[in-house]
């Protein structure tokens, strides 16, 4: 982004590269942007709760959050000061308990004890400026009297907006307020060279917005990534209208009548009307080429995947082969696939392991798919059992050792089964897609029939 963003204590869907965790000491001098949310939920507290009634931080954490409270508070002040614009997100209300480090002693022997000092903090400690909040929740926003400034993210986020905490001073410059009583929700404090933006709480549901790979690793689906893009150019909008107009008055909207256009004004938003649909125009473009990127690489996998994309990548790699191929599932029994062509049937497996060289299981339970596979009553004679395996997978090609343990080809030799290293699938796969060599090919389906209790040499040629 044209923009330097750094979000603390808030990720934002496919934005994970812009999060700093609330006890770190970043510095936020490196950004033009800063999104800060209040919480403690990075800091672990006791089971039991203090004498306040409050949760209680640890010793070690107590420690942390007081040194983060100062730390963000530090930050957020150099920061405006340096002319950024910081994001304060008005969350839900947090107080807990927190041990100072003081202690005092009464008694002495064994009859001494030792008083832990406590002192509480709430989560707007961590602003750098006195405001005069109420704790009050609610969901039903309206428009301010200076909503203009943030149109763009109202239009998209609306839905996902509600209120945990509002302000009384009506001074201030208004953009939401709540529908009865005009209580500020969300407001615009210019300091010194910079801006404190307050918006108010934004919901959305983390699992509507993940997927999870084979590792059961989260990572965030095509609907997160979408909703994160609209939020920060929402939030670089804002910035950029703060940084343009200084304290220019945004022009209302009866300015805007036709009576009062400008012949200039009209011709420039023509302009800006076609380059906006060129450019959307072009991004559609764009986002056809990406799907088809990806359409189209899918034979990379073969170099660093696992799991069913590893599978994926190994029938699309059968398939310009020229094997016919289809996985096998009919509720008793599972193959990871069965293909076929004119030199015979095959049954592969496929794995791929992070750090390690392919084991005697996966042979084991190729073993174990081709005895299910020949008791069928329609299948006259055994496949041909082929192991395919991506052995650290995440290392250079050059940089790897053994694709297969001793044990796992010591049982290929007993069976016959072919032992294919997907890297070496996908150099042959690569030179057959550009040189449309159908003899290659063919060559490249023999050796894997002949190859008996071994590992497959693709031919160069």
């Given at each position: 982004m044209a923009n330097n963003i750094i979000t603390v204590g808030f990720e934002v869907p496919g934005n994970s590269n812009n999060y700093v965790r609330l006890p770190s000491k970043k510095s936020l001098l490196d950004a033009d942007i800063v999104i800060f949310r209040p919480n403690f939920s990075e800091f672990s507290t006791t089971y039991e709760k203090a004498d306040s009634g409050l949760p209680q931080v640890t010793?070690?954490?107590?420690?942390?959050?007081?040194?983060?409270?100062?730390?963000?508070?530090?930050?957020?002040?150099?920061?405006?000061?340096?002319?950024?614009?910081?994001?304060?997100?008005?969350?839900?209300?947090?107080?807990?308990?927190?041990?100072?480090?003081?202690?005092?002693?009464?008694g002495t022997g064994r009859s001494l004890k030792t008083i832990n000092?406590?002192?509480?903090?709430?989560?707007?400690?961590?602003?750098?400026?006195?405001?005069?909040?109420?704790?009050?929740?609610?969901?039903?926003?309206?428009?301010?009297?200076?909503?203009?400034?943030?149109?763009?993210?109202?239009?998209?986020?609306?839905?996902?907006?509600s209120y945990s905490m509002y302000l009384e001073n009506s001074k201030v410059k208004q953009l939401l307020i709540?529908?009865?009583?005009n209580k500020v929700v969300s407001a615009i404090y210019p300091l010194e060279e910079g801006h404190l933006i307050l918006l108010p709480k934004i919901d959305y549901d983390s699992e509507e917005f993940t997927d999870e790979n084979e590792d059961g690793e989260a990572y965030w689906n095509a609907e997160g990534v979408d909703f994160g893009k609209k939020f920060m150019n929402s939030i670089i909008n804002i910035h950029k209208q703060i940084k343009e107009s200084g304290d220019r008055t945004p022009a209302p909207k009866w300015?805007?009548?036709?009576?009062?256009?400008?012949?200039?004004?009209?011709?420039?938003?023509?302009?800006?009307?076609?380059?906006?649909?060129s450019i959307k125009k072009l991004q559609n473009e764009i986002d056809e080429l990406d799907k088809q990127l990806v359409k189209d690489t899918v034979i990379k996998g073969l170099l660093y995947e696992t799991g069913k994309p590893l599978e994926k990548a190994i029938i699309e790699a059968l398939k310009i082969l020229r094997f016919k191929v289809e996985t096998f599932d009919d509720g008793?029994?599972?193959?990871?696939?069965?293909?076929?062509?004119?030199?015979?049937?095959?049954?592969?497996?496929?794995?791929?392991?992070?750090?390690?060289?392919?084991?005697?299981?996966?042979?084991?339970?190729?073993?174990?798919?081709?005895?299910?596979?020949?008791?069928?009553?329609?299948?006259?004679?055994?496949?041909?059992?082929?192991?395919?395996?991506?052995?650290?997978?995440?290392?250079?090609?050059?940089?790897?050792?053994?694709?297969?343990?001793?044990?796992?080809?010591?049982?290929?030799?007993?069976?016959?089964?072919?032992?294919?290293?997907?890297?070496?699938l996908f150099v042959v796969t690569k030179k057959i897609l550009e040189t449309k060599d159908e003899d290659f090919a063919k060559k490249c389906r023999l050796v894997i029939l002949n190859t008996k209790g071994d590992i497959v040499n693709f031919p160069s040629e």
């Open positions: 010793k070690e954490d107590s420690r942390k959050l007081i040194e983060s409270i100062t730390h963000w508070k530090e930050e957020i002040i150099n920061a405006i000061k340096h002319g950024k614009t910081v994001f304060y997100i008005l969350q839900k209300y947090e107080k807990c308990s927190v041990y100072t480090g003081q202690t005092t002693h009464s000092y406590v002192s509480e903090v709430d989560n707007y400690s961590y602003l750098p400026i006195k405001l005069t909040l109420h704790h009050s929740e609610g969901s039903i926003i309206k428009k301010g009297k200076d909503f203009n400034l943030i149109s763009e993210f109202w239009n998209f986020f609306k839905d996902n907006l709540t529908k009865t009583g300015a805007n009548e036709n009576q009062f256009l400008l012949k200039v004004e009209e011709t420039i938003k023509n302009k800006l009307k076609n380059h906006k649909e008793d029994s599972e193959f990871d696939s069965v293909f076929t062509s004119q030199e015979g049937r095959f049954l592969g497996e496929a794995e791929g392991k992070d750090n390690k060289a392919i084991n005697i299981d996966k042979h084991s339970q190729l073993e174990r798919n081709l005895s299910e596979d020949f008791n069928k009553n329609d299948i006259e004679e055994y496949a041909k059992g082929v192991l395919f395996g991506n052995a650290e997978r995440l290392k250079p090609i050059k940089q790897r050792g053994d694709f297969f343990t001793k044990k796992c080809l010591t049982a290929s030799k007993r069976i016959n089964t072919a032992l294919v290293r997907t890297p070496d």
